[in-house]
């Protein structure tokens, strides 16, 4: 960066920066001279047109009767003059005529007059102008159209075509589908009347049964009972299956620091008995 001001093509470079500064007091002075030039052809002309109008003025000799007759300046001669020209023309009013009528479409918009009925392009073609058709559409369309000889063309007959093949299996396929969902909705309807005629026999079968389901659960509630009051039979004494007395006064009962002294006594004295019986 500290070398970049000593390069050539540095814009800030001294010599650069007084190129730029010869090159648009150059472009300036050129500019004020095309200036001056242009004002300088102004002034001339200028002066010559008011030369002229001075000449034109001026009385001539044969102009001398009419110098002592005073008018108003009229600053409209010209056009009165053209319109006198033209009152006299007929073709020229009828030319301004049309150019007042379509002057006055533009820009009024008429109510009481639509648009044509059909544009042309919602025409037929044999109804259409000829700048309007298409020439290659139209040769198209209207080629041998008088050739009595025309006639459609016959499709191809195919002894193995595969297209046939296709369409033959395919409308196989559809008749095999038919006729299963024939066979299933058929099936289904005798299956729900044997139901519907099957159902009042299983109701009063369910009747019947209800008292000796009721009279198995009760057995096997008894079973339960019997077989926990001998399991307690095996593992306790009679004793120890009658419920003991707990005693609520604190006075009373014994002082040790173990909690649940008396479960955990019962639960050794069970391991024991366990153990003994093995």
């Known amino acids: ?45 200028r002066l010559d047109l008011l030369r002229k109008r001075a000449n034109a ?6 102009d001398k009767k009419d110098t002592n007759r005073i008018e108003h300046v009229n600053l409209f001669q010209d056009l009165e003059d053209k319109q006198k020209s033209n009152s006299n023309n007929p073709e020229h009013e009828a030319e301004q005529k049309a150019k007042d009528e379509k002057w006055e479409k533009q820009i009024t918009m ?10 042309w392009y919602a025409k037929p073609s044999n109804q259409r102008e000829e700048k309007y058709i298409d020439q290659h559409v139209f040769k198209r ?17 195919i002894s193995n075509d595969p297209l046939d093949y296709i369409t033959n299996t395919l409308k196989k396929r559809d008749e095999k589908k038919h006729s299963k969902r024939e066979h299933k909705l058929s099936s ?7 139901k519907h005629g099957h159902s009042s026999n299983y109701s009063r079968s369910k009747e019947s049964s209800s008292p000796s389901i009721e009279e198995l659960r009760a057995k096997r509630l008894e079973r339960e009972r019997n077989e926990q009051s001998r399991l307690k039979s095996l593992y306790l004494h009679d004793n120890e299956a009658e419920e003991e007395k707990v005693e609520l006064d604190d006075r009373k009962r014994g002082y040790n620091s173990q909690f649940n002294r008396d479960e955990t006594s019962k639960a050794q004295d069970c391991r024991k008995k366990k153990l003994r019986f093995q």
Request: charged share 40%; glycine share 2%; aromatic share 4%.
């Open 188 to 194: 289904a309807s005798d299956k729900k009347k044997k």
């Open 1 to 45: 960066m500290n070398i970049l001001h000593h390069k050539s093509w540095h814009v800030y470079n001294k010599d650069n920066i007084e190129r730029v500064r010869k090159d648009e007091a150059e472009a300036e002075a050129e500019a004020k001279k095309k200036q001056d030039r242009v004002i300088l052809a102004e002034s001339e002309a």
């Open 57 to 62: 003025n001026l009385p001539t000799v044969d």
């Open 141 to 157: 369309n209207n080629r041998n159209n008088d050739n009595p000889h025309k006639h459609k063309r016959k499709p191809l007959e």
């Open 110 to 119: 008429y109510l009481n007059k639509g648009t044509e009925k059909d544009p």
